[in-house]
């Protein structure tokens, strides 16, 4: 990898990057104004410490190496073709598998015509591997490939996926699974499930989405600050959106979603309208099925890969066991259903009942569902529109689990705290951190500045009205006093959620929505270790 003094961006180029690819990128070039020395006073994630801080971590001594290539895919999507990016030549990336210790290399080779990199999602991994292009290292450029290596830290259901511009909302995504040497939990398969919400290459492409949201919310007879398209007229829809879909926007618009609601979530669901919803890269119509015997326990590793969709997910008429929410472990829960946001993961225990076995995806606040089926090869495959289309009863979040007792932060006063206002809206779509939509030139204009060894307090306040997953990379925080160990949590509109973390792995991290359009539009900043 080139040191960051030595990476030129070119205006095409620079634009040509995601908010967190561009405004990362931006820190590259900037640092040829600072000196050779880079940014003066602030971790870099080519400095020294960031290498023995990666020593201390535990080690198998075992490598566990898996090739993944970058390019262009022919798929099918219910039955119809397109052509987007994927992994390995498929929409369903491999399955990459290691143990807690072991070190993972992945040599990435980029068949795309773009720039590239791969963001190992929830991981606290050494800063140099992060996968922020020009952040953390330089983007991986057309044809071009680069190595991957770092040690596993901890056990859990993670993911990873590419963080250059709107790559992620194509099919650059996949499942990362870091076995327990010491697992505790008794089961006889497992199962992982990756949700997604899907239009590429049916009703247009995700920056064809963006170009739209980025336009605002089109309004008649002037224009209502502060409203929140959730409380527009209009029905929430999911299937075909149109320019005359009543789910979406109208006057033109394609792909804005108007009127999705959820109380669960607060207020307002999401910006987007989507055709289809896809279970590990399949429609409900073509679902996935898992082959188990009578009686067998199946873990299920559930990842939500979406980008504007939370997903509510259970079993009509049987309950989950929650286990795990982001790789963590939890006090065991039994639920009707669990909500996921974007980015987060939750693993959950379920007994295999005689026949076909749903287990369903439903769109919180939108009209749509992924589905999978677990089945012991007798009765008859049900239809997906004869399902129930709720799931009611006990439900909850990650957020609001109880973390397992040997995971618990101990108990310190923060060194530091930070409060992370959450603004922006529909009416511009200008959404940011502190009123500061993140700065492309200025990376560090806004940062949150950290030291190793502190405990640190963070405040999600948001004061826009719709919820947003917000996301720390390289760490795992602490939602409350005892709540779940988290790396991604549920903020809902006009609330505040606070969660502490021990600063323990120095570098440049990001944070930001995991809402894919909510991050490109500015709701980012960084977390800066300072010397």
Same mark, same amino acid.
């Given at each position: 990898?080139?040191?960051?003094?030595?990476?030129?961006?070119?205006?095409?180029?620079?634009?040509?990057?995601?908010?967190?690819?561009?405004?990362?990128?931006?820190?590259?070039?900037?640092?040829?104004?600072?000196?050779?020395?880079?940014?003066?006073?602030?971790?870099?994630?080519?400095?020294?410490?960031?290498?023995?801080?990666?020593?201390?971590?535990?080690?198998?001594?075992?490598?566990?190496?898996?090739?993944?290539?970058?390019?262009?895919?022919?798929?099918?999507?219910?039955?119809?073709?397109?052509?987007?990016?994927?992994?390995?030549?498929?929409?369903?990336?491999?399955?990459?598998?290691?143990?807690?210790?072991?070190?993972?290399?992945?040599?990435?080779?980029?068949?795309?015509?773009?720039?590239?990199?791969?963001?190992?999602?929830?991981?606290?991994?050494?800063?140099?591997?992060?996968?922020?292009?020009?952040?953390?290292?330089?983007?991986?450029?057309?044809?071009?490939?680069?190595?991957?290596?770092?040690?596993?830290?901890?056990?859990?259901?993670?993911?990873?996926?590419?963080?250059?511009?709107?790559?992620?909302?194509?099919?650059?995504?996949?499942?990362?699974?870091?076995?327990?040497?010491?697992?505790?939990?008794?089961?006889?398969?497992?199962?992982?499930?990756?949700?997604?919400?899907?239009?590429?290459?049916?009703?247009?492409?995700?920056?064809?989405?963006?170009?739209?949201?980025?336009?605002?919310?089109?309004?008649?007879?002037?224009?209502?600050?502060?409203?929140?398209?959730?409380?527009?007229?209009?029905?929430?829809?999911?299937?075909?959106?149109?320019?005359?879909?009543?789910?979406?926007?109208?006057?033109?618009?394609?792909?804005?979603?108007?009127?999705?609601?959820?109380?669960?979530?607060?207020?307002?669901?999401?910006?987007?309208?989507?055709?289809?919803?896809?279970?590990?890269? =399949?429609? &409900? $119509?073509?679902?996935?099925? +898992?082959?188990?015997?009578? !009686?067998?326990?199946?873990?299920?590793?559930? @990842? #939500?890969?979406?980008?504007?969709?939370?997903?509510?997910?259970?079993?009509?008429?049987?309950?989950?066991?929650?286990?795990?929410?982001?790789?963590?472990?939890?006090?065991?829960?039994?639920?009707?259903?669990?909500?996921?946001?974007?980015?987060?993961?939750?693993?959950?225990?379920?007994?295999?009942?005689?026949?076909?076995?749903?287990?369903?995806?439903?769109?919180?606040?939108?009209?749509?569902?992924?589905?999978?089926?677990?089945?012991?090869?007798?009765?008859?495959?049900?239809?997906?529109?004869?399902?129930?289309?709720?799931?009611?009863?006990?439900?909850?979040?990650?957020?609001?689990?109880?973390?397992?007792?040997?995971?618990?932060?101990?108990? =310190?006063? &923060? $060194?530091?705290?930070?409060? +992370?206002?959450?603004?922006? !809206?529909?009416?511009?779509?200008?959404?940011? @951190? #502190?009123?500061?939509?993140?700065?492309?030139?200025?990376?560090?204009?806004?940062?949150?500045?950290?030291?190793?060894?502190?405990?640190?307090?963070?405040?999600?306040?948001?004061?826009?009205?719709?919820?947003?997953?917000?996301?720390?990379?390289?760490?795992?925080?602490?939602?409350?006093?005892?709540?779940?160990?988290?790396?991604?949590?549920?903020?809902?509109?006009?609330?505040?959620?606070?969660?502490?973390?021990?600063?323990?792995?120095?570098?440049?991290?990001?944070?930001?929505?995991?809402?894919?359009?909510?991050?490109?539009?500015?709701?980012?900043?960084?977390?800066?270790?300072?010397?």
């Amino acid at each position: 990898m080139n040191t960051l003094t030595d990476h030129h961006l070119g205006r095409r180029r620079f634009l040509s990057l995601s908010v967190a690819g561009a405004a990362a990128a931006a820190l590259a070039a900037c640092t040829n104004t600072q000196g050779t020395a880079g940014l003066p006073g602030r971790i870099q994630p080519t400095d020294p410490i960031v290498a023995d801080y990666e020593a201390r971590r535990a080690a198998s001594g075992k490598s566990v190496t898996r090739n993944l290539t970058a390019g262009t895919v022919q798929a099918t999507v219910a039955g119809k073709p397109l052509t987007t990016w994927g992994y390995n030549g498929g929409l369903n990336a491999p399955v990459l598998r290691a143990v807690a210790g072991d070190r993972l290399q992945v040599p990435l080779t980029n068949n795309l015509k773009d720039e590239t990199s791969i963001h190992w999602h929830g991981l606290a991994l050494r800063n140099d591997q992060d996968g922020v292009p020009g952040h953390t290292q330089d983007p991986i450029a057309a044809g071009a490939a680069f190595t991957y290596d770092f040690r596993l830290t901890h056990p859990g259901t993670y993911w990873y996926h590419s963080h250059v511009e709107m790559q992620r909302e194509r099919a650059l995504y996949g499942a990362l699974i870091i076995e327990d040497p010491a697992e505790k939990l008794v089961y006889d398969q497992d199962w992982v499930i990756v949700l997604d919400d899907w239009m590429d290459g049916i009703t247009g492409t995700p920056d064809d989405v963006l170009k739209e949201l980025s336009g605002g919310m089109p309004m008649s007879g002037g224009t209502m600050p502060g409203m929140d398209h959730g409380s527009m007229s209009g029905s929430m829809s999911s299937a075909s959106p149109s320019p005359s879909d009543p789910g979406s926007a109208g006057m033109g618009m394609k792909h804005m979603l108007m009127g999705s609601r959820s109380d669960f979530l607060g207020g307002d669901a999401g910006d987007v309208s989507y055709p289809y919803h896809l279970f590990n890269s =399949k429609s &409900p $119509d073509e679902a996935d099925t +898992l082959a188990a015997a009578a !009686g067998q326990v199946i873990r299920l590793r559930i @990842i #939500n890969a979406a980008g504007d969709t939370a997903y509510r997910v259970g079993i009509p008429g049987q309950k989950l066991t929650l286990t795990h929410t982001d790789g963590f472990p939890v006090v065991h829960q039994d639920v009707d259903a669990v909500v996921l946001g974007m980015g987060e993961r939750i693993d959950a225990l379920i007994t295999v009942k005689d026949g076909f076995t749903p287990v369903v995806a439903l769109t919180e606040g939108k009209i749509g569902q992924a589905l999978g089926f677990i089945s012991t090869g007798t009765g008859k495959q049900p239809l997906p529109a004869t399902l129930p289309n709720k799931l009611e009863g006990t439900v909850v979040d990650g957020g609001q689990l109880k973390a397992a007792p040997d995971v618990v932060l101990s108990a =310190k006063t &923060p $060194d530091r705290t930070h409060e +992370l206002k959450l603004t922006g !809206g529909m009416e511009k779509y200008d959404w940011g @951190i #502190n009123g500061h939509r993140f700065d492309m030139t200025k990376p560090f204009e806004n940062a949150f500045d950290i030291k190793a060894g502190e405990r640190v307090e963070v405040r999600f306040i948001n004061d826009t009205d719709m919820w947003h997953p917000m996301h720390l990379h390289g760490h795992t925080f602490q939602v409350g006093a005892d709540g779940a160990r988290k790396d991604t949590v549920i903020v809902r509109a006009k609330q505040t959620v606070t969660v502490t973390f021990d600063a323990d792995n120095p570098g440049q991290w990001l944070t930001h929505c995991h809402n894919a359009y909510h991050a490109e539009r500015g709701m980012m900043g960084v977390f800066s270790y300072i010397k």
